[in-house]
């Protein structure tokens, strides 16, 4: 299934390089013929072919094995939580515990699909792009190197932060989410006994104290992170098209170059700013799934008996209890 994203990071290079071979042929022949094009034309037709080729062969790996996997998924998850003692239900919240078996299953499916259509793509064709644009002048590549790294550094570092601080955060929404549930579950008896006061106070309280300023720690650090990656972004389109002018007029690169550097450089800057919210969007999935698949991570009580004494009743045990229960109430 893997293998669809690489064509989809490689697309754009062949695509873009054929367009650059048909610019060059218009800039240098005053008439075109076939034979002249036939070979841009037959990389421009033969990697949309090779594209689609490759999302079929995705297509029909995902139908032969997504469903059995995602099935193993549950039914593992489920069979190690019910096997707990009931000593693990006593002490956990009986809504916190749904809401993170249910948290792995919907984790294991967004974890899939976020590697292949959100992560994959951007961050390949990130690196493919790259490759490409280092093809037409390794000083272009090096803007392009030193850019990738200023832009790493700046999300690794801010992306830690805001990991932490989802996993935290997941945490307390994983709580926030029991006491609901079991208030749910237990309605009946909080509408005869109660009157709901001290059960929204409960729910309001962990979101004031727990959540909500998570929340708005998370939503402050993004903010400075994207401020200092929109600054670093306009630097580099600046200094790229300061030094393409250069080298155009020094007769270091042709129109089709520049055409094809221009393409490629949109698509680098574009890609690489969507691998990084996809990595980061990716990393708060990770840390979601983290926070509810700790309850996999609980040993299981075992304190039944080792060697239990079967239990064995006769019938004439089983009539007499039987004559008992059927007796009338006295008086």
Request: charged share 15%.
């Amino acid at each position: 299934m893997m293998q669809a994203p690489f064509a989809n990071a490689i697309f754009p290079l062949i695509y873009n390089y054929a367009i650059k071979l048909l610019i060059d042929l218009f800039t240098v022949k005053s008439q075109i013929t076939l034979h002249l094009a036939i070979y841009p034309i037959i990389l421009f037709i033969g990697i949309n072919a090779w594209l689609e080729i490759c999302w079929r062969l995705h297509n029909f790996a995902a139908w032969k094995s997504m469903p059995y996997i995602m099935q193993s998924v549950m039914h593992k998850v489920y069979n190690y939580v019910s096997n707990h003692s009931y000593r693990f239900f006593q002490n956990n919240l009986t809504g916190t515990i749904t809401s993170k078996v249910k948290g792995i299953n919907d984790g294991c499916q967004q974890l899939h699909n976020a590697l292949e259509y959100q992560v994959s793509k951007p961050v390949l064709t990130t690196i493919v792009s790259g490759i490409g644009l280092a093809c037409v002048n390794w000083k272009i590549f090096l803007i392009v190197i030193i850019f990738a790294i200023i832009q790493g550094v700046v999300s690794i570092f801010f992306g830690k932060k805001l990991n932490f601080i989802e996993k935290t955060k997941e945490n307390a929404w994983h709580k926030i989410v029991g006491y609901m549930a079991d208030n749910i579950s237990n309605i009946f008896t909080v509408c005869s006994y109660a009157k709901k006061q001290y059960e929204e106070h409960q729910i309001n309280e962990q979101y004031e104290k727990k959540y909500k300023p998570l929340a708005l720690q998370w939503c402050k650090i993004d903010f400075i992170m994207s401020c200092l990656q929109a600054a670093i972004y306009l630097i580099f389109m600046a200094l790229l098209f300061i030094y393409m002018i250069y080298l155009k007029n020094s007769g270091d690169i042709s129109v089709g170059d520049i055409a094809f550097i221009m393409a490629m450089a949109y698509v680098f800057i574009d890609n690489m700013w969507a691998a990084i919210n996809a990595i980061k969007d990716f990393s708060h999935m990770v840390a979601r799934f983290r926070s509810s698949f700790s309850i996999m991570q609980i040993p299981q009580e075992i304190i039944d008996i080792p060697h239990p004494i079967k239990l064995k009743v006769s019938a004439g045990e089983i009539i007499f209890n039987n004559l008992v229960t059927a007796q009338p109430p006295i008086g």
